[in-house]
Nanobody, 115 residues
Framework: QVQLVESGGGLVQPGGSLGLSCAGSKITFSIYDMGWYRQAPGKQRELVALITSSGTTNYADSVKGRFTVSRNNAKKTVYLQMNSLKQEDTAVYYC?????????WGQGTQVTVSS
């Protein structure tokens, strides 16, 4: 059974930085497009950053220039480095692996930006 396990969430002050990791198991990680999504209370889940199997990256406009997504296929891990965090970045962050028709999600990790 495919598993995606996120780690690295927590509480950080505005302007601070935080790094998230998502480790996959029982998955041919390198052929999947990997995404980071987030869901704030009362809002829909939204795509934050995507890195394709070929390494192409895309970001939501709200995080461009502040967040960086990367992957290490040998470790079956995708990362999200978040800098200059804002209160509006507060959400549960989810890791996603997609290769149609397969679509897997992690359990999520809470990121809270507050002073």
């Amino acid at each position: 059974q495919v598993q995606l396990v996120e780690s690295g969430g927590g509480l950080v002050q505005p302007g601070g930085s935080l790094g998230l990791s998502c480790a996959g198991s029982k998955i041919t990680f390198s052929i999947y497009d990997m995404g980071w999504y987030r869901q704030a209370p009362g809002k829909q889940r939204e795509l934050v950053a995507l890195i394709t199997s070929s390494g192409t990256t895309n970001y939501a406009d709200s995080v461009k220039g502040r967040f960086t997504v990367s992957r290490n296929n040998a470790k079956k891990t995708v990362y999200l480095q978040m800098n200059s965090l804002k209160q509006e970045d507060t959400a549960v962050y989810y890791c996603n692996a997609r290769l149609e028709p397969y679509n897997y999600w992690g359990q999520g990790t809470q990121v809270t930006v507050s002073s």
